[in-house]
């Protein structure tokens, strides 16, 4: 049975299945991993727990039921203890049984739930390579906005050069130490673009003189940004 097929059963049909995998000796692989499928995963946490709570309460009540009973057996007499004797190993032998199968149910819940920190390691891991990904594009769109204009020569506003000073400005964590890395130093080595507009060095060199004829006073409405000197955070 795979994930899919598990997904379509109602809860009962599921819960069968699930209990009858708890224990790794004896439960199916391909079954388990459909239980464990992304898909499947949070059902299966939340059937389990309340199979754990419905033995706990199993476990409990058989307790004060036996208890009862032995109370009403020692108020008989002789007679009354000789039945209470008589039904105690079989009582021991299903408290047991049931004690065993809560404690596995216990193991599981706590396998499904690593399982679970699992998939929410993969998925915030995919979610941060997809915003690096965002984050880089967007870099390369500034670099290619920079070297139009280095191409076509003129002066550029102070908006333009204000964009620009971004990728001299945001930085991304690289290396074993997480190290802040300029996006300019990002797009040079690790980002390259594989379409640069203009590769001539006059545009480079043209490039370069706009970013360092770029006015000095601060413009409204800038993004939040971590200078790469003195990681000093520029209000938005």
Avoid at 91 to 116: D, K, M, Y
């Amino acid at each position: 049975m795979d994930a899919q097929d598990l997904a379509q059963l109602a809860d009962k049909e599921f819960e069968q299945i699930l209990t009858s995998n708890i224990h790794p000796p004896t439960r199916d692989a391909r079954t388990w991993a459909a239980i464990t499928h992304p898909d499947n995963l949070p059902r299966a946490r939340k059937i389990l727990t309340h199979v754990h709570e419905r033995t706990a309460s199993v476990l409990r009540r058989r307790k004060t039921e036996r208890e009862e009973f032995r109370i009403e057996c020692f108020a008989r007499g002789e007679a009354g203890k000789r039945e209470w004797f008589a039904t105690r190993a079989e009582f021991e032998s299903l408290r047991r049984r049931t004690a065993n199968f809560h404690q596995r149910v216990q193991r599981a819940i706590s396998e499904l739930g690593q399982e679970q920190r699992n998939v929410n390691r993969a998925q915030s891991l995919n979610s941060g390579q997809q915003s690096r990904e965002t984050l880089r594009e967007l870099a390369v769109a500034v670099q290619r906005h920079q070297a139009v204009h280095a191409r076509n020569g003129g002066s550029a506003e102070p908006a333009d050069h204000e964009l620009w000073r971004h990728l001299d400005r945001l930085t991304v964590p690289t290396g074993p130490g997480q190290d802040p890395t300029t996006l300019r130093t990002m797009l040079s080595i690790y980002w390259t673009d594989m379409h640069p507009v203009a590769d001539d060095p006059e545009y480079r060199t043209r490039a370069e003189h706009i970013i360092h004829s770029a006015p000095a006073a601060a413009h409204c409405c800038v993004p939040q940004a971590r200078r790469v000197h003195d990681r000093e955070d520029r209000a938005t």
